[in-house]
């Protein structure tokens, strides 16, 4: 075989081995040794399809694992939360009255965190595939904010959303919208103070803002929506880092986009959305 035969063999041998599909390598050769390390290769290839095809077993496998776990904990812990909110207005003295609430805002922040669980693993395991239509952006926002005023409350956070009574109406599942909206406030409750501010406007899309002065001096703004990102390193910080993932998932499954901005001490989350021809 002369130089120039082997070295384009070589070559195509090299560039079966760039091929993304991973295929075998097939070659020209009859009993050689160039041929013996094509066998070998193959070998390694088909073992390593092998690996991969097991990996996404197992993948699936832990995905429906962690979804069945966190359904099997949702209705238990539940009712943990229904008896201490019982025995919080029952409590005989201040002390009691402020151990039993200690112990209620843990359970409560575990079964928001057992049900952020258990929809990842939904997401992950099966995606999620929206219900399109019609949604008044402008009476969804003001219905959020109202049912979350306990929270503000509760934070020291006042709410700030200049509500002129116009419906804007965008294309959206409704119930991914309100989960993304939710998330928001509750994120703006976790890490902000003094104010969260509401900002709704229209050109050739639907924008909704919600921005809220921050302590924390670095984030990421492009790692912010990546899953199990915390603002803060710390270990007691009440957030597992799902909550501006699933976001950006029910976002991207509505064709939107979501985009966060740190500017001046504040934080700017926007969620943009095709805008309804209903708009008035």
Not at 7 to 15: E, G, Q, V, Y
Not at 48 to 62: A, D, F, N, S, Y
Not at 213 to 226: A, G, L, Q
Not at 257 to 278: E, F, N, R
């Amino acid at each position: 075989m002369s130089v120039c035969s082997l070295k384009r063999r070589i070559d195509s041998i090299s560039k079966q081995l760039d091929d993304s599909e991973n295929n075998l390598i097939t070659t020209q050769l009859n009993g050689n040794e160039l041929e013996a390390v094509v066998k070998k290769i193959n070998r390694m290839i088909e073992n390593e399809q092998k690996v991969k095809v097991e990996i996404r077993r197992e993948q699936t496998v832990l995905k429906h694992a962690i979804a069945d776990i966190s359904h099997d904990i949702r209705t238990p812990l539940t009712s943990v939360v229904g008896y201490l909110q019982l025995a919080k207005r029952s409590a005989e003295n201040e002390e009691q009255h402020t151990n039993i609430s200690i112990a209620l805002e843990r359970a409560r922040y575990c079964s928001t965190l057992v049900n952020d669980f258990f929809e990842l693993s939904v997401i992950d395991s099966k995606g999620c595939e929206p219900v399109m239509e019609r949604v008044d952006v402008n009476d969804l926002l003001c219905e959020l904010i109202l049912a979350n005023y306990p929270n503000f409350e509760a934070k020291g956070i006042t709410p700030r959303f200049a509500d002129n009574g116009r419906s804007v109406f965008a294309q959206a599942d409704r119930k991914m919208l309100t989960r993304v909206i939710q998330n928001l406030i509750s994120n703006g409750t976790k890490y902000g103070n003094e104010r969260m501010d509401f900002v709704l406007s229209v050109d050739e899309a639907v924008h909704i803002s919600v921005s809220n002065p921050i302590s924390e001096n670095e984030i990421d703004t492009e790692r912010i929506f990546d899953k199990f990102y915390r603002v803060s390193k710390s270990r007691t910080t009440n957030s597992a880092g799902i909550g501006l993932y699933i976001c950006k998932h029910f976002v991207d499954a509505m064709g939107g986009s979501i985009s966060a901005l740190a500017k001046g001490g504040i934080l700017t989350i926007t969620v943009t959305l095709d805008m309804d021809d209903g708009y008035m």
